[in-house]
């Protein structure tokens, strides 16, 4: 059972240090009790009281490990239903199927597909982070070289899928070191996976025909001492997987069921042979709730958006993206080189530095730090006026840079030309375009 907020308060140093961010320990205790918080937010807990609120503090649906390094995934530990209630934490994994059925020119296409689709985007960098391997042969040998061959040529995170423990076994003979997911322990099989994913710490799934059947497998793995599971509720039909995915996590959340407290894993591969319609199906589960996709092919046309949903909806919502503040020099700026100025909300940045490099003159960017608020809405908000934008100008060391004192503000920003003068002395302020589109133009009269 979860401790309520005021049985974690009993338990707190109740010196209302402020320094878990929050004015007293009664608050820190409901936000902690609500999932808002994190037990180690607070500096001076016991490490008697630690072991009782791990309880409270854990969140209702586990998080799960994937591989090792800088390319483990995390899955899971989510807290909340909606992502406007706080954030969504761990971002969905995507993975490519290759099966041990497949020639070598197809698995070497799709190793190619998982290592081509990769992407920049305001700073992030999206990408599928997991190789789903699947036998189909039967073949333990086979499947061990392929796991093998995807091992030694990709950084992908491994799924070991089948549901033969010793074609399981074959597989991670080849890639025990990097913890795969063992994909799955069902009834049929279940002390045999359970036995291999505890020998080699791994994670493992546990897959039924239905939520009855995948609760009393979490069950049987968690008596065998096993935590780090995946659940697949076994629903191949779009309505049902969607159906699934949220009476998971409803009952994880507000029930508090604990036997599907897990993240899910759902094989889009399996539900539909048409690609497009696979990728809306994911576009769902992406949404609601699922911890892994499981995709049976990457396109670029469909794996592109299907990454930018994916950042858009795991992003918290209460802070904007941001650029961290500073001169950025676009292109080898040099003494005589335009100066221009804008916030530090991340797409004004990628897009106003994107138009700059495109006029091909080289040119200093300031990004002043505006709490990631666009031009105008920090105008708005009085943290892109003279009086802010003045100072820092002063201390961004753009002076030591160029020659002249000429600076180009957004043309939204144009109520402060005047202001920033005053701010300024010895600048001169130019109104630069409204709109990213026009700077390249605007550029191109630039004289020093
Ligand atoms: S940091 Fe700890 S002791 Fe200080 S107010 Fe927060 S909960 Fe209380």
Redesign the pocket.
């Known amino acids: 059972m979860a401790l309520t907020g005021i049985e974690i308060f009993k338990l707190?140093?109740?010196?209302?240090?402020?320094?878990?961010g929050?004015p007293?320990?009664l608050a820190?205790a409901m936000n902690l009790a609500a999932g808002k918080a994190e037990l180690s937010a607070?500096?001076?807990?016991s490490e008697e009281a630690k072991a009782q609120l791990q309880e409270a503090s854990a969140p209702p649906i586990r998080p799960i490990t994937i591989g090792v390094g800088d390319n483990a995934l995390k899955v899971g530990g989510e807290t909340v239903l909606f992502r406007h209630e706080k954030r969504f934490e761990n971002p969905t994994g995507v993975a490519i199927l290759i099966k041990d059925s497949m020639d070598d020119s197809e698995v070497d296409a799709r190793l190619g597909r998982f290592k081509q689709f990769q992407y920049e985007r305001v700073g992030l960098f999206l990408r599928p982070e997991l190789v789903a391997v699947k036998d189909e042969s039967g073949d333990a040998a086979k499947f061990e070289a392929l796991v093998n061959k995807i091992t030694q040529n990709s950084d992908a995170g491994i799924i070991l899928m089948s549901e033969n423990p010793d074609i399981l076994a074959a597989g991670l003979k080849a890639c025990a070191d990097k913890k795969p997911l063992l994909y799955a322990a069902t009834k049929d099989n279940l002390d045999k996976v359970a036995g291999l994913a505890k020998e080699n710490s791994c994670p493992v799934a546990a897959k039924g025909s239905n939520l009855d059947e995948v609760a009393d497998l979490t069950n049987k793995l968690t008596e065998a001492g096993l935590n780090d599971i995946v659940i697949d509720s076994g629903s191949r039909t779009v309505r049902q997987a969607f159906e699934d995915q949220v009476i998971i996590r409803n009952s994880a959340l507000v029930k508090k069921f604990k036997p599907l407290g897990f993240p899910t894993i759902v094989i889009t591969a399996e539900m539909t042979d048409d690609p497009m319609k696979e990728a809306v199906i994911a576009s769902m589960l992406v949404a609601k709730y699922a911890g892994i996709v499981v995709l049976s092919d990457f396109q670029g046309e469909s794996l592109f958006p299907l990454l930018v949903e994916r950042m858009n909806i795991y992003t918290d919502p209460q802070r904007p993206l941001a650029t961290t503040e500073g001169i950025y020099e676009i292109g080898d700026p040099g003494e005589n080189s335009p100066v221009l100025i804008t916030t530090n909300f991340s797409l004004t940045y990628f897009i106003v530095s994107g138009e700059i490099e495109g006029s091909k003159i080289p040119s200093y960017l300031l990004v002043m730090d505006t709490e990631g608020l666009s031009v105008m809405t920090a105008w708005a908000a009085g943290k892109f006026v003279s009086d802010a934008i003045g100072p820092f100008v002063k201390k961004s060391g753009i002076e030591d840079k160029v020659k002249h004192r000429k600076i180009v503000i957004p043309g939204y920003a144009a109520a402060e030309s005047g202001g920033l003068e005053e701010e300024l002395p010895g600048w001169e302020v130019l109104v630069g375009p409204r709109e990213g589109a026009n700077i390249q133009a605007y550029l191109k009269t630039w004289k020093p």
């Not at 707190?12 to 878990?20: D, F, G, Q, S, W």
């Open positions: 707190l140093p109740k010196t209302n240090c402020k320094e878990c929050v007293t320990c820190f607070c500096p001076y807990v």
